[in-house]
């Protein structure tokens, strides 16, 4: 059997890739190393609470946007709530309620820094969110890597989002400076912990075109019932459905041409041949599993190391018998004084709501934290010094979950473990447990990333290391286009 695609890995990137490919007729089959799709959107389960393994949160949900135009294309429809606050952040006692509505949430704003120029710069924010977003809908061609890509691009529309360019260029922190809110530690420090998660990159050197998409963000908050293992698992049936196949613990160790195809080989020694391949794995990896030129070239456009991060997690459950439910699923709890061993001044808590006994059963919640840390803080030491910093630094961060909750902590926690970016190495096989894609920055910014095009026949890479990268609906896009690219080249 020859497919016509090969694709390598089932996350959010391969599966969308996979299903689109499948349902326009192709033969496609889907190799994954570990048991279950989703890779950092996936969970695992302990005496049947399941737990995530990383991301939690979906957006692009609304009409006309990215994960909505995907989850309809293959007709599938996730159980997901619309959440309103779409998060609460903590600065200790104090609560900034991130309201959907932006009205509603310029109010809130105010009242909590009490600053000038918040209205001029989240009425910015939005309006550029809003055409960026309608930008990528009217244009599959993104990035552009041949002439006719730069001819599709050149229709009038498109001359609407001229005015968008200049921000691709200029840094959050030159606007904040403009609204007069660059002075502010308060609100600056809430600004670079919502862009640590959503662009991975701080104030000084986020570029406002992507930036403002991560803070507009929370405005769209959806919670996928189970976590966000559930939509990826219906994403896989509608692939199989297709008529796609799906091998699961099939590591792939070596991608090689050979006479005019691709031999996939995996670690349990099967080889399978295609004509096109489409790897789901971050650039980092690919140069281990290449020869040749095709090596050369993965080395040459890997992307930088030094700027990309590493998470670490947290996940616990808790029973109790609260009477009412918290007030939000997302909370960002601030914490200026820093986290061992970890880079963020702030951690990211996922509480499942009461109603979703597909995580966890009525009374008990499974709690998901994560913040951002350097590989560095992992790497190359003992195993003694290793579960030293790792112990430390979860005790420290269940500490300052339970004085942000002490509603929760009276109630004794269960299944409680900490992962580094070892642990997403091992899991998810990324080279150095580097997660969350490429940072987006003014020096490094989105036209400078890899299209996932390569210079080898049929040869494609997608997920969340090449355009326009980080967070599953960045990925989806990015796959989706490829697709359109792939199936027009036919
Ligand atoms: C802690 C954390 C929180 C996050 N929070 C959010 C969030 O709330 N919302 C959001 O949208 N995004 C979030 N993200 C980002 C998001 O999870 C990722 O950007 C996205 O899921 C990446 O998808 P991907 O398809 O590029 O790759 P991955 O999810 O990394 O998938 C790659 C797949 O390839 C498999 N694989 C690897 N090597 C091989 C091999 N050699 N052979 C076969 N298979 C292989 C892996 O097992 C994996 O399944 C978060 C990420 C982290 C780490």
């Not at 998810?428 to 894609?437: A, D, E, I, W």
Request: charged share 25%; with cysteine.
């Amino acid at each position: 059997m020859i497919y016509d695609n090969i694709v390598i890995g089932a996350g959010y990137g391969g599966l969308t890739a996979a299903a689109l490919l499948a349902k326009a007729g192709q033969k496609v089959l889907l190799l994954e190393a570990h048991t279950v799709p989703g890779g950092c959107a996936s969970f695992y389960n302990r005496k049947g609470i399941l737990f995530d393994s990383g991301a939690t949160t979906l957006s692009g949900m609304a009409e006309g946007q990215p994960m909505n135009k995907l989850f309809r294309e293959l007709e599938i429809e996730p159980r997901v709530i619309k959440l309103d606050p779409g998060m609460i952040i903590k600065f200790g006692d104090r609560e900034l309620v991130r309201h959907s509505n932006l009205e509603q949430w310029i109010i809130e704003c105010e009242r909590f820094f009490g600053l000038k120029g918040i209205r001029g710069f989240w009425e910015l924010v939005h309006s550029i969110d809003k055409k960026v977003y309608k930008l990528i809908a009217n244009n599959k061609r993104i990035p552009p890597v041949s002439a006719g890509d730069l001819l599709s691009l050149a229709k009038p529309s498109n001359l609407k989002g001229l005015p968008l360019l200049p921000y691709l260029f200029k840094p959050v922190e030159s606007v904040l400076k403009k609204f007069g809110l660059g002075d502010d530690p308060l609100f600056r420090s809430f600004i670079d912990e919502q862009l640590l998660i959503t662009t991975q990159n701080t104030a000084d050197d986020a570029p406002f075109l992507t930036a403002a998409m991560g803070l507009a963000y929370p405005a769209q908050t959806y919670y996928p019932y189970g976590g966000l293992f559930f939509p990826a698992k219906q994403i896989e049936k509608r692939f199989r459905e297709f008529g796609g196949e799906v091998k699961y613990k099939k590591k792939v160790t070596a991608i090689r041409q050979e006479k005019g195809r691709y031999k996939i080989v995996t670690d349990d020694g099967s080889e399978y041949l295609c004509s096109g391949v489409i790897t789901n794995i971050p650039l980092w990896n690919l140069p281990a599993l290449t020869e040749g030129e095709f090596k050369e070239y993965f080395i040459k456009v890997s992307p930088k190391q030094d700027g990309a991060w590493g998470a670490f997690m947290i996940n616990f459950a808790i029973k109790h018998n609260l009477r009412e439910d918290l007030k939000s699923v997302y909370w960002q709890i601030h914490v200026p004084e820093g986290v061992p061993y970890c880079e963020s001044k702030s951690f990211f808590v996922t509480i499942s709501p009461e109603d979703d006994t597909q995580k966890a059963p009525k009374g008990v919640k499974s709690v998901t934290i994560s913040l951002h840390t350097k590989p560095e803080n992992w790497y190359g030491l003992t195993e003694e010094e290793y579960s030293r910093r790792k112990n430390k630094t979860g005790s420290f961060i269940v500490q300052k979950f339970d004085q942000a909750f002490p509603m929760l902590a009276g109630y004794e926690k269960s299944h409680v473990e900490f992962g580094t970016p070892v642990t997403f190495e091992k899991y998810t096989g990324r080279f150095r447990g580097l997660v969350g894609g490429v940072p987006h920055s003014v020096k490094n910014n989105l036209l400078k990333m890899n299209s996932g095009v390569t210079p080898f026949k049929n040869f494609y890479n997608t997920g969340d290391t090449v355009f326009p990268g980080q967070g599953t609906v960045a990925v989806t896009i990015g796959a989706s286009n490829l697709v359109t690219r792939i199936l027009d080249k036919k």
